[in-house]
């Protein structure tokens, strides 16, 4: 497996969100982009209270799940090849693990690898309002060289439904890994 965007980490942390990792995950089968997924204990608890996507539906788009306590799996390993990691939804607890360096449980050990290699990392936060906490981790984490992007799908697109606000946010950050997913709307542009 070369170093290129053929294979990503895709990180599901306790933000509520769980719709967003589903449309992520999605997109790249779609893709064809090799899918490496962790599932923290926090994303399972959210899951079950949101009664949206649950972990069958996250684990049958990807194509390795590695168990959020396994501290030895390949993604731990900087020598594990990867085009980057990205994590969606990301908890204000992630995003201070991974703003800190404390790598606990895999998602976050898998981050610091990520960073650690200066490979891409995408945190996709899902919550509001931000307290200077979170604004001094999303500063910390931006500046350690991660990229910070909130869930917010932009509407100049004119959308109808919650898929295609979905859609919005995961072509967005698949566009920091140089993936173009189909029948994304840029602004002033047709559809691709």
């Known amino acids: 497996m070369s170093a290129g965007v053929g ?7 306790g933000g509520s969100g769980m719709p967003y990792a ?3 995950l999605r997109a790249l089968r779609a893709l064809d982009v090799e899918t490496h997924l962790i599932v923290s ?12 996507p649950q972990l069958a539906d996250l684990t049958a788009l990807a194509h390795v799940t590695h168990d959020d306590r396994d ?3 390949s993604v731990a ?8 990691m990205l994590i969606v939804p990301c908890s204000a607890g992630t995003l201070a693990k991974v703003a800190g360096g404390f790598a606990d449980n895999l998602l976050a050990r898998a981050a610091h690898v990520t960073l650690k290699e ?32 909130t869930a917010s799908p932009g509407f100049y697109h004119a959308p109808d439904t919650v898929d295609e606000l979905l859609h919005f946010v995961t072509a967005r950050v ?5 993936l173009d ?12």
């Open 7 to 13: 294979r990503l980490v895709v990180g599901v942390s």
């Open 22 to 24: 589903l449309s992520v």
């Open 41 to 52: 204990s926090g994303a399972k608890r959210v899951m079950t209270a949101e009664r949206g």
């Open 71 to 73: 501290l030895a799996a």
């Open 77 to 84: 390993s900087g020598s594990f090849r990867t085009g980057g």
């Open 118 to 149: 200066r490979r891409r990392l995408v945190l996709v936060l899902r919550e509001d309002p931000l307290p200077r906490p979170m604004l001094t981790n999303m500063l910390a984490a931006h500046d350690a060289g991660a990229t910070v992007m």
């Open 174 to 178: 698949l566009d920091q890994f140089g």
């Open 181 to 192: 997913v189909p029948g994304f709307r840029r602004w002033k542009e047709e559809a691709s």
